[in-house]
């Protein structure tokens, strides 16, 4: 690899390790009134369409089964989340959301949406969007990617 290659995975990494705990500062920030913290935020998002396997929940947020599994449980104990049967796994129950958790995340809406818009407008929307695309084309990519180790050694001209 070339070593402008090498600066420029280097700053991409860093700079999303950046947004990352920036992100996780205003989700903090927003969640706060409803009572929860980012991470059950988090977990709640992603069963707010349909009820998912913890493993489900895990991939699509990119990180472990057992990070979901804890919070998981914690949402179902303080009666914000419940589980379900799963029809294709016996074992794998899905995680779906209360009444009283779609509350909660209902709660958040106003400052989110009030945040989106003051994003939008410091940045720029169609800024926005494109830096949106461009974060999500260069997940998609590291999705298809072999893990560092296990893809065959190249060697450049």
Same mark, same amino acid.
């Given at each position: 690899?070339?070593?402008?290659?090498?600066?420029?995975?280097?700053?991409?990494?860093?700079?999303?390790?950046?947004?990352?705990?920036?992100?996780?500062?205003?989700?903090?920030?927003?969640?706060?009134?409803?009572?929860?913290?980012?991470?059950?935020?988090?977990?709640?998002?992603?069963?707010?369409?349909?009820?998912?396997?913890?493993?489900?929940?895990?991939?699509?947020?990119?990180?472990?089964?057992?990070?979901?599994?804890?919070?998981?449980?914690?949402?179902?104990?303080?009666?914000? =989340?419940?589980?379900? @049967?799963?029809? !294709?796994?016996?074992?794998?129950? #899905?995680? %779906?959301?209360?009444? /009283?958790?779609?509350? &909660?995340? =209902?709660?958040?809406? @106003?400052?989110? !949406?009030?945040?989106?818009?003051? #994003?939008? %407008?410091?940045?720029? /929307?169609?800024?926005? &969007?494109? =830096?949106?695309?461009?974060?999500?084309?260069?997940?998609?990519?590291?999705?298809?990617?072999?893990?560092?180790?296990?893809?065959?050694?190249?060697?450049?001209?």
């Amino acid at each position: 690899m070339s070593r402008p290659r090498q600066d420029l995975l280097s700053r991409s990494a860093l700079g999303v390790f950046r947004l990352n705990g920036q992100f996780l500062a205003v989700a903090e920030e927003l969640a706060r009134p409803a009572g929860i913290s980012a991470a059950w935020w988090q977990v709640m998002g992603a069963v707010q369409r349909e009820p998912l396997p913890v493993s489900g929940i895990a991939r699509v947020m990119g990180i472990t089964r057992q990070s979901v599994q804890r919070i998981a449980d914690l949402l179902v104990r303080d009666g914000l =989340a419940e589980y379900r @049967p799963n029809p !294709a796994h016996r074992r794998a129950k #899905l995680l %779906a959301p209360t009444p /009283e958790g779609l509350a &909660a995340v =209902a709660r958040i809406g @106003p400052g989110h !949406a009030a945040f989106a818009d003051r #994003l939008a %407008a410091a940045y720029g /929307e169609a800024e926005l &969007a494109e =830096a949106v695309r461009v974060l999500e084309r260069l997940a998609e990519v590291l999705d298809e990617l072999e893990p560092p180790g296990t893809a065959p050694l190249v060697t450049e001209p």
